[in-house]
């Protein structure tokens, strides 16, 4: 029988400042699994929440970057890390049988290509879900105007039949 998780995307445009919050959070709604954008982490950063491992995905420089998290409950089954890391995109993605949840940011100045997306998509396999900011608007999704990037990311999902998920409301 398939386990129904219960998965939410923050951006956290800082995570350590959010410590608390994110702790409150996650313990309220019981949450399984928060894919966390926009950490804003260098690799001495950490954070931890009891029941939980927190996977990160840092700039190697030791600057602050918008790097990514996964924050995943330890009784889920799941293996190993896998850290994408690409000048436009940064993303940590964990297994969890069938399925691969990564959460991916995408810095607003650099422009992503069809073949930048195609690769990120094609490495996480057949089952997926990438959440995050990636800073593509697209009206599709509810985005006031469509930009390139937006374009492009709905040109790739389209073409290999992926879905999004939104509430189709602007987010700021």
């Not at 995570?15 to 949450?31: C, G, P, V």
């Not at 049988?97 to 396999?125: M, W």
């Not at 990636?134 to 599709?140: D, E, G, T």
């Amino acid at each position: 029988m398939a386990q129904i998780l219960q998965i939410v995307v923050w951006n956290a445009n800082g995570l350590r400042q959010h410590a608390q919050e994110i702790k409150l959070f996650i313990q309220t709604f019981n949450l399984d699994i928060l894919l966390v954008s926009e950490t804003c982490f260098i690799n001495r950063s950490h954070i931890t929440i009891p029941n939980y491992n927190i996977y990160y995905t840092n700039h190697p420089d030791e600057t602050v970057h918008r790097s990514t998290a996964v924050i995943i409950r330890q009784n889920i089954k799941h293996s190993g890390r896998t850290e994408y890391r690409h000048e436009n995109i940064k993303a940590i993605e964990d297994n969890t049988g069938e399925t691969t949840v990564s959460a991916i940011y995408c810095p607003p100045k650099h422009q992503n290509k069809y073949d930048d997306y195609d690769r990120f998509f094609k490495i996480l396999g057949n089952s997926f879900i990438a959440g995050g900011d990636y800073n593509a608007k697209n009206s599709f999704w509810g985005s006031r105007l469509t930009t390139t990037k937006g374009r492009g990311l709905h040109k790739i999902m389209k073409n290999n039949n992926l879905k999004h998920l939104s509430t189709r409301q602007p987010t700021y």
